[in-house]
């Protein structure tokens, strides 16, 4: 069965530090990955998709077969990366995670 | 280019009352789905229409929700009767093409019902 599962529901992290959200699939064949990102009083939007290859907002995920994941990951948080985000799983439709709510400390 | 639109944003509702949600998905986009999101969870998928035929209704609760899309543009969802657990954000989005695209979010009603 498809399943997306993030593990950690808050991540507190300091301005400046690294950030490393998790995101852990379960799926057969050739997924393709995404993140959604919704910032406080604003809509759910898409942050990445794995396919792009791209780094949004200094934000970067890579795929790991191996190890059926897709963390996020930016070298140095910032103030406005607090942001509830979800990992997401897209086949013919798009399956979402719980979500991870990142929170950066001053 | 417009967003997607959703009326109401707030509803308050007593349980076995019926409640009806809107929305007007971005202009040319095909597909349009409803996600309902109850709270510390993510959004799950009730319901995907391809222009207005029904692509995936699996997860709609069938004996109380409802959905329709009759132009395909704009669609309604429908809960007759409520019950409690019905409280949650209920979310429109609509893509291009719909399958992997990226989809576009409404703002959400907010639906509690006591």
């Known amino acids: 069965a498809q399943r997306v599962t993030q593990p950690e529901k808050l991540l507190s992290v300091f301005k400046g530090a690294p950030v490393e959200l998790k995101c852990n699939y379960s799926?057969?064949?050739?997924?393709?990955l995404f993140w959604y990102v919704q910032y406080s009083r604003q809509r759910l939007q898409l942050l990445l998709r794995?396919?792009s290859r791209e780094s949004i907002k200094g934000f970067t995920a890579d795929l790991n077969k191996g190890e059926t994941s897709f963390h996020l990951k930016k070298p140095f948080a910032q103030e406005e990366d607090s942001a509830m985000y979800y990992c997401?799983?897209?086949?013919?439709?798009?399956?979402f995670g719980k979500g991870t709510r990142l929170h950066i400390l001053p | 280019e417009a967003g997607v639109a959703q009326s109401p944003r707030y509803k308050i509702i007593e349980k076995r009352q019926s409640v009806a949600f809107w929305c007007n998905p971005i202009?040319?986009?095909?597909?349009l789905y409803w996600y309902q999101q109850i709270l510390g969870q993510g959004p799950k998928l009730l319901i995907q229409?391809?222009?207005?035929?029904?692509?995936?209704d699996s997860q709609l609760p069938k004996d109380r929700f409802s959905a329709e899309r009759l132009k395909g543009v704009d669609s309604t969802l429908k809960i007759q009767p409520a019950k409690l657990e019905d409280s949650a954000v209920y979310l429109c989005?609509?893509?291009?093409?719909?399958?992997?695209?990226?989809?576009?979010f409404g703002p959400g009603t907010r639906l509690l019902v006591l």
């Open positions: 989005a609509s893509s291009s093409r719909g399958g992997s695209e990226t989809q576009y």
């Open positions: 799926y057969s064949g050739s997924p393709e």
């Open positions: 794995h396919i």
């Open positions: 997401a799983l897209g086949d013919d439709k798009i399956i």
């Open positions: 202009s040319g986009h095909a597909t």
């Open positions: 229409f391809q222009n207005n035929g029904v692509v995936d």
